[in-house]
């Protein structure tokens, strides 16, 4: 018998590998951070001496979800202003909102009370964009949370930084303050096109090169960015981005609603990679990605929730139901994003985006240990004839019973092992009242 | 103290009485199947005595959910057929699975196994279409659920009928049958302009001024449904319906994704109903109902899930969900669908189109006492600015906790009570099983 951490029966495994093979009966053994065999159960049962030993016999196994694109501390805005366009909600809200509340404490209780949310609904991994990320990091830490770190950038000062070169050098300081963490990676992050300046930009690219850094950024999101930026620079921003050099390999574009034939086809000659946010660009009524399309030229889609303020939720599952449902409807073609695509596009394609597909994303021999386990033997659930098709049209979050991140199990049998639930709860509470009172 | 069935205590009340109004901190009171009062909580428990005292903290009471538009029994064949459009999956797949399977015991555990998954996610009422309806009127009667039953007609003979006048003759037995029924109700149900002939519309027509009965009917599905009227009758459907007599305050028009502003126009002049089916819609990429236009015209939009075979849940919040998201996004305006437009979209404005709106779809003293508790006191929707934006947009149906269908306490703290839980899971295993074995 060979020693292992945990063994995990399961009724089905979704790899999400190369030919998204699905396994039945199938044991995944896990070995200190790392998966170190799959097999069927009956063989496992004979091979290995498991320390914890799992048995979920109505579940599937997937890789656990990779939020794309998020603003995780942003949920202690959650539902704060509705019904509104982009540039209201940012101006009139948001905008003053961060203004009067963001500091490290907020940083700090919104983070936790997101990787709370993002686990409890399987996601394993998000890729931040907001300030104090050096604090949303150490939450990650303390939380078992696997997170890819924004290194903000704007031109104009916020509470984070004043200057361009200000948030360079802070973000340089947090890539190497988790350079050697098994959780924590980091991606340049300007804001978006219409916020960072050439002079910016070309420092960041040559940031990004020097240290195969991935470039986060908001990338049309709206026709009246796009507007702006014809009649500021005369070019539409992805032109811009273009002429700069930033669409390459290294490029994660958020949004993306807003392309032309030629753009999806500079992004995908670039190996460019999009974050998909269905929910919070059909509730700011921002447009609508063209998926099908982008699919079509091999580009990367992974898909994100943007922040809990504009979407209402973490939720990754009904957010891949979105986008897969919505890039059916929109193309006309009910084949488009199909339940495989979906998947890959709410995994693998997301960890590609943040340049971990090596270690996450599926579940393969010798990758990092992130699973989410989810119950199908619920009748919301029956009967099944696919797994895969059942729980990306049918399954709510609150079948996901368990999670590991790196081999540790932060979701047991729906209870959270790293966070505390009551104490999460009582920090948004508090934070409600807070602004409630002064709002 | 006046004596009451049950009193329930609420965080908040939302009544979607005409003004909207949310109550903080309100009691609902329930005598028989009716709401009694509905007051300040602290008024209540000196005001009342009641055999049940239900105590929901941190929890919004609601009107129950009301699913305007379904196949119930078609839950069999959740997930049985993915990424098609909607001419192949019926033809291919759903027709010849039904021809071969659907009989009365399919009907009765279908039914049995929908309504489950509807109460459990917060759904009072459905609206359903589909063979053998008085097996699901008994299933409804027996589990305690309110639905409104379509008296089929189709041109062609099917399982349930052989000829149109035999399934007018059988949808008439079908009203007598439950005309004094407190749960059931009955519309008539021409499947489509493309299945029924001009000659039948006349008749149905005859029978529902006859017998003040609503005419549900799917309408305008898809693009090829309107290609084949212009071929076949020179006009689109509606027109033809027009003619016909047949736009009028008795109709229920089903899906509607291809309206001209003429059409949408007849629609709103006559006084006739919409059920919006938004993921079945988008999942078969049939079109998308221009939900926007209609509401600007004062046009009464309900929501509908579809049968499971297209969707694949009967999840009502999530298809709410939807229906707000792909409004503002169809629309580019995102104050389009607000909070308090979907609300009512998913309750009264269904109860309207059954023509129970005098009944059923708020919470409002007199009427049946359908009520859904949702609990709100959980991270996921916290912090809390607004109870119904947070259960719109960020609540999942598992925070259904308790449901009430004339004041019967049909789901009582997560657990169903008048359906036992592991034989519907059962009955869903075992219809697999079968169409599994030989599909």
């Excluded at 995780?72 to 203004?99: C, N």
């Excluded at 919301?380 to 790196?406: E, K, M, Y």
């Amino acid at each position: 018998m060979i020693r292992a951490d945990t063994v995990i029966d399961s009724r089905w495994v979704i790899t999400v590998d190369e030919s998204d093979t699905v396994l039945e009966n199938h044991s995944i053994v896990v070995v200190a951070d790392r998966i170190k065999d799959i097999l069927p159960t009956p063989e496992a049962s004979r091979k290995y001496n498991a320390t914890e030993h799992v048995v979920l016999g109505g579940h599937a196994l997937m890789p656990g979800l990779v939020n794309a694109h998020t603003h995780a501390s942003m949920s202690l805005f959650r539902g704060v202003a509705e019904d509104l366009p982009l540039q209201p909600w940012l101006e009139q809200h948001i905008w003053p909102l961060e203004g009067k509340w963001v500091n490290r404490e907020f940083i700090r209780d919104g983070a936790l009370l997101a990787f709370a949310e993002a686990i409890m609904g399987g996601t394993t991994c998000m890729n931040d964009m907001y300030f104090f990320a050096d604090e949303v990091g150490e939450v990650a830490e303390q939380s078992n949370m696997r997170v890819s770190l924004g290194m903000i950038a704007l031109e104009f000062p916020t509470i984070w930084a004043s200057s361009p070169d200000e948030y360079l050098d802070k973000g340089m300081a947090l890539y190497h303050r988790f350079k050697d963490s098994d959780l924590v990676t980091t991606m340049l992050a300007p804001h978006a096109p219409y916020t960072v300046s050439n002079a910016t930009f070309e420092k960041i690219l040559k940031i990004a090169d020097a240290y195969k850094l991935g470039i986060h950024m908001h990338v049309h999101e709206t026709v009246q960015e796009v507007t702006d930026s014809l009649n500021q620079y005369g070019v539409r921003p992805i032109r811009r981005m273009k002429d700069l050099g930033l669409i390459n390999q290294y490029l994660l574009a958020v949004h993306a609603t807003q392309l032309l034939d030629e753009e999806i086809e500079m992004l995908a000659e670039a190996g460019s990679s999009i974050a998909h946010c269905p929910k919070s660009n059909l509730k700011l009524a921002s447009g609508i990605c063209p998926v099908s399309d982008l699919l079509a030229r091999n580009v990367n889609v992974a898909i994100g929730t943007d922040g809990a303020a504009s979407n209402n939720s973490l939720n990754m599952l009904e957010e891949t139901r979105f986008a897969a449902l919505l890039a059916k409807g929109c193309s006309g073609n009910s084949a488009s994003v199909s339940v495989n695509e979906a998947i890959r596009m709410a995994t693998i394609n997301g960890a590609r985006c943040l340049g971990i597909a090596h270690e996450a994303g599926s579940l393969e021999v010798g990758k990092l240990a992130d699973i989410t386990a989810m119950d199908l033997d619920v009748l919301q659930s029956q009967p099944l004839f696919s797994p895969t098709a059942q729980i990306l049209h049918a399954a709510t979050r609150n079948q996901v019973t368990d999670v590991w991140i790196g081999g540790n199990r932060v979701l047991n049998s729906g209870t959270l092992t790293t966070i505390d639930n009551s104490e999460c709860l009582a920090l948004a509470v508090k934070w409600q009242s807070r602004i409630s009172n002064d709002n």
